[in-house]
Nanobody, 121 residues
Framework: QVQLVESGGGLVQPGGSLRLSCVVSGTTGSITAMAWYRQAPGKQRELVAR???????YLLDSVKGRFTISRDNVKNSVDLRMNNLKPEDTAVYFCNAWVRTTPSAVSEDYWGKGTLVTVSS
């Protein structure tokens, strides 16, 4: 069973940095894309960063220049490095992965349970 486990959330002061990590386990299939979403209280979940096997990474406009997404295809993991954090970055961050469990299967998406990032002084 495919599982995604996030780590690295916590409380940080404005201007600080955090690194979120997510590891995919339970599959020998291919991961075609990994991403980070976030959901702030009272708001819809939004895509923050995405890195597919092909093409350039996607970053939400409000995090460009501050956040970086990177993947390790050997470890089946994705990191989100967040610098110069702002109070408006406060949210639960969710890891997302598209996995093709067999070569003939259609990719399906899987989600982690989320990790809370709080930016506050």
């Amino acid at each position: 069973q495919v599982q995604l486990v996030e780590s690295g959330g916590g409380l940080v002061q404005p201007g600080g940095s955090l690194r979120l990590s997510c590891v995919v386990s339970g599959t020998t299939g291919s991961i075609t894309a990994m991403a980070w979403y976030r959901q702030a209280p009272g708001k819809q979940r939004e895509l923050v960063a995405r890195k597919a096997n092909n093409g350039d990474p996607y970053l939400l406009d409000s995090v460009k220049g501050r956040f970086t997404i990177s993947r390790d295809n050997v470890k089946n993991s994705v990191d989100l490095r967040m610098n110069n954090l702002k109070p408006e970055d406060t949210a639960v961050y969710f890891c997302n992965a598209w996995v093709r469990t067999t070569p003939s299967a259609v990719s399906e998406d899987y989600w982690g349970k989320g990790t809370l990032v709080t930016v506050s002084s």
